[in-house]
């Protein structure tokens, strides 16, 4: 920690600042790409089916009992 600290404190280069910033850029990029791609699989409907069939088929058969019974009141 104590050597993290003195290097800290020196001071740094503009190219070295720019050279940090473009890493940082790079790396948050990719983070955000990763991220994209988790939740576009994660709320993908076909996946969900492929995985668990019977659950899906289970819910659109409630989701329908209960959207028909409440246009019967």
Not at 20 to 45: G, M, Y
Not at 48 to 63: D, T, Y
């Amino acid at each position: 920690m104590a050597a993290d600290h003195n290097a800290r404190s020196t001071p740094r280069t503009p190219e070295e600042i720019r050279a940090e910033i473009e890493r940082t850029r790079a790396e948050l990029s990719h983070s955000v790409s990763a991220l994209r791609e988790e939740v576009a699989w994660r709320t993908d409907w076909r996946e969900w089916v492929m995985r668990r069939p019977l659950a899906c088929v289970g819910a659109a058969f409630f989701i329908g009992f209960v959207i028909g019974n409440s246009q019967r009141r």
